[in-house]
């Protein structure tokens, strides 16, 4: 089964962002909807329906992916510019 490049392994944020745990959480968190919406489609044209355990293995491998990824803030980045609306 063909896998669509899902996206680069960096977050660039901009210099004045607040980077921390917390902030780990969120990219993660969005990380795993955005997996969802361009995966899903990906593994229910291959026979994959969601509900099946093909699906739902294929996702708790990803979400382990992301969880060491960004969740732990690996390959996140702080830009040089900074963005006006933030402290």
Do not use: C, W
Not at 42 to 48: E, G, K, V, Y
């Amino acid at each position: 089964m063909f896998i669509p490049q899902f996206m680069q392994h960096y977050i660039l944020v901009p210099a004045n962002f607040p980077v921390g745990a917390a902030n780990f959480s969120l990219f993660a968190k969005n990380a795993k909807e955005v997996a969802r919406s361009v995966f899903g489609i990906t593994l229910q044209s291959n026979s994959m329906p969601e509900g099946s355990e093909a699906y739902a293995t294929f996702f708790k491998q990803m979400d382990k992916h992301i969880d060491a990824h960004f969740g732990g803030g690996k390959f996140i980045f702080n830009s040089q510019m900074e963005h006006p609306n933030l402290p």
